[in-house]
């Protein structure tokens, strides 16, 4: 009996069998998690912004001022002034409100500024920070074109400098489809959207641009401006991978835009970006043949090192093991889009800049930290303007003060163009690494 009742196979595994299983299963998980967001990074995903439906619930006639009341929607709620658009026969129509005075479940008010048209009570109007249409639904005549790019012609407006006889007003754009011509011996500002963007988001901001100069800080900067798209952005050519570079190749169709505006009679060239478009100008620096007939950089909310950027979204959502886990994303993202890390890198490398550079930042940008932004630029305030805008999230300077911000591009364009021309960059850096596959 004693020899049937002993056990001489242990089915338990050993110590050392459960951690080699627990190892893997949390080695797994991690190559998991790291490659979904790894491909949230670099994979190109469609344009999807949401408009909630929103109504005008009262209109209150003050003392030299009109408050709207709105639906309270996670637009309407949303800090700074906003965008209002709708449709009517003869178009669509848009106004401009100011920040939020009041709100709550039953709706948001705020200051009434500027618009095109009448609203009505009952209105079904689309609220947003950026806002939509195109710029002739501004009042600024533009022409559509086509940028030859490395995969395909890349849509683009030409939106050349609107005159006093037809200034900026919102509506029906005035003075008929302009050409090619009337923007030849001007100054150019080329404007890139950000990561996920539109050329829509620079609808804000052109209308300084491109008004008329009046004198001082009242006019516009009578700049023509070039508003492009680049390979995998929304109705831009597809690479064969489909994935983002985060401005490592990217650069590339910014210097066909440049090559573009210097063939048709460009005098002098600035670069506007938005967010990775400013990364994709700082890269066109680094590496461009073009990049000594730029005169000055106009930076809003610029990624400047994404190693990090990865390590401070893994804190701000609280993953495990924060640190390790940015590492594995980082080294997944070379995997899956051979991405080139060291390429992107425009922190380490910002003694090396020439180009008089304007930027701007909000303090609580979530996206891009306003202290990786201010490293760079107090770094170099012997190039750099910088202007902090508090409050203010990503891409969202304008809204947080229009005017300030307006002011400030105003300042800056005028101050560099009125300075005499120099070579302001050391020309490509690596040029021999930056059209790999």
């Known amino acids: 009996m004693s020899l049937m009742s002993k056990n001489t196979h242990n089915p338990a595994l050993p110590l050392w069998g459960r951690v080699l299983i627990g190892a893997a299963l949390g080695v797994g998980a991690m190559l998991g998690v790291g490659w979904y967001f790894a491909d949230r990074l670099v994979h190109v995903r469609p344009v999807r912004r949401k408009a909630y439906p929103t109504r005008v619930l009262a209109l209150e006639e003050g003392h030299g001022h009109t408050h709207v009341t709105l639906t309270s929607t996670p637009s309407t709620r949303r800090p700074g002034s906003l965008i209002l658009e709708w449709q009517t026969p003869g178009g669509t129509r848009y106004a401009q409100l100011g920040p939020l005075l009041r709100g709550n479940s039953a709706g948001t008010v705020r200051e009434l500024r500027e618009t095109d048209a009448p609203l009505r009570l009952g209105q079904r109007v689309r609220a947003s920070t950026i806002g939509r249409g195109t710029p002739a639904q501004r009042g600024m005549p533009h022409l559509e074109l086509s940028i030859p790019g490395d995969h395909g012609p890349m849509p683009a407006w030409l939106v050349p400098p609107v005159t006093p006889a037809h200034p900026v007003r919102a509506g029906a754009a005035q003075g008929g489809t302009p050409t090619l011509a009337q923007a030849a011996g001007t100054d150019w500002v080329i404007v890139t959207h950000g990561y996920g963007g539109l050329r829509q988001d620079a609808l804000r901001i052109l209308p300084t641009l491109v008004g008329p100069q009046t004198g001082g800080l009242s006019g516009g900067l009578g700049l023509t401006a070039l508003v492009i798209t680049y390979r995998n952005a929304e109705g831009a050519p597809p690479t064969p ?10 650069w590339q169709d ?14 002098r060239i600035l670069l506007f970006g938005f967010s990775l478009g400013a990364g994709i100008s700082l890269a066109f620096l680094r590496y461009s043949r073009l990049a000594d007939r730029v005169t000055a950089l106009l930076l809003d909310s610029p990624p400047l090192e994404w190693r990090a950027l990865i390590t401070h979204h893994a804190l701000r959502y609280r993953v495990p093991i924060p640190f390790v886990l940015s590492r594995v994303v980082a080294w997944l993202t070379v995997v899956k889009s051979k991405q080139d890390f060291d390429a992107v890198d425009h922190l380490s490398v910002r003694d090396t800049f020439r180009t008089p550079m304007l930027v701007v930042h909000g303090s609580i940008d979530k996206t891009v930290p306003v202290a990786q932004v201010e490293s760079f630029v107090h770094a170099r305030p012997d190039i750099v303007e910088y202007h902090r805008f508090e409050g203010a999230q990503h891409e969202r300077a304008w809204n947080q003060d229009p005017a300030r911000y307006e002011a400030a591009v105003k300042t800056f364009v005028q101050r560099v163009l009125d300075t005499p021309q120099a070579t302001h960059t050391t020309g490509p850096q690596r040029p021999e690494e930056n059209h790999h596959a």
């Open 254 to 267: 910014l210097e066909a835009a440049v090559q573009f505006a210097v063939e048709h009679g460009a005098r």
């Open 241 to 250: 991978e489909r994935k983002h570079r985060l401005s490592a190749e990217e």
